[in-house]
Antibody, heavy 120, light 107 residues
Framework: VQLQESGPGLVKPSETLSLTCTVTGVSVTDGYYWNWIRQPPGKPLEWIGFIDYRGTTFHNPSLQGRVTISRDTSRGQFFLHLTSVTATDTAVYYC??????????????WGQGILLTVSA | DIQMTQSPSSLSASVGDTVTISCRASQSIGNHLSWFHHKPGAAPKLLIYAASNLHSGAPSRFSGSGSGTDFTLTIRSLQPEDFATYFCHHSHSRPYTFGQGTKLEIK
């Protein structure tokens, strides 16, 4: 199982951030939850949200409705769109798989992360 | 949101030492806690899940303990590849949150 993030390294303030996570070795329709997580410079990791194997999504309320997570099952990809970005959205963004079949849940595979900078 | 507080924030040790890292939750999370190893530019690696279960592929020198609000990661006989940042994560309820990380450095 491998996850790989891709996307632009730079986004202008007020624009929409779009990232892709490509999953290999397992289908995104298998029984897992597919997550986005970020780490701003000098701060702890922050969970953004997930899309599950059925296509149901859930995101962190702290992002105030700016988040959309979607997927393309034929390509084995899921996506993050974050609108109205500001400098506080500058972070390393990770995608990760959450094992949800048994409790407690846990992230077992992560991508290596992609640095996204918000700047004019 | 449940706050996760790790201590110490940094730690110096030598190869062969045993170290412990703590993680405290702001409310009881049962055993819904994981520990990760992370080096810059690399994918975080799962070490421990369900507070004390060693993930397949993680070396047996790593162990976890605790329940409720207080948890510990112990690393015995430190190896050179162990010098990295370690962080905890709770999955008790959404939103999931993480500890701020403990940087383990070579003395």
């Amino acid at each position: 199982v491998q996850l790989q993030e891709s996307g632009p390294g730079l986004v202008k303030p007020s624009e929409t951030l779009s990232l892709t996570c490509t999953v290999t070795g397992v289908s995104v329709t298998d029984g897992y939850y597919w997550n986005w997580i970020r780490q701003p410079p000098g701060k702890p990791l922050e969970w953004i949200g997930f899309i599950d194997y059925r296509g149901t999504t859930f995101h962190n309320p702290s992002l105030q409705g700016r988040v959309t997570i979607s997927r393309d099952t034929s390509r084995g990809q899921f996506f993050l769109h974050l609108t109205s970005v500001t400098a506080t959205d500058t972070a390393v963004y990770y995608c990760a798989r959450l094992v949800y079949a048994t409790s407690p849940y846990y992230f077992d595979y992560w991508g290596q992360g992609i640095l996204l900078t918000v700047s004019a | 949101d449940i706050q996760m507080t790790q201590s110490p924030s940094s730690l110096s040790a030598s190869v062969g030492d045993t170290v412990t890292i703590s993680c405290r939750a702001s409310q009881s999370i049962g055993n819904h806690l994981s520990w990760f190893h992370h080096k810059p530019g690399a994918a975080p690696k799962l070490l421990i899940y369900a507070a004390s279960n060693l993930h397949s592929g993680a070396p047996s020198r790593f162990s976890g303990s605790g329940s409720g609000t207080d948890f510990t990661l112990t690393i015995r006989s430190l190896q050179p590849e162990d010098f990295a940042t370690y962080f905890c994560h709770h999955s008790h309820s959404r939103p999931y949150t993480f500890g701020q990380g403990t940087k383990l450095e070579i003395k």
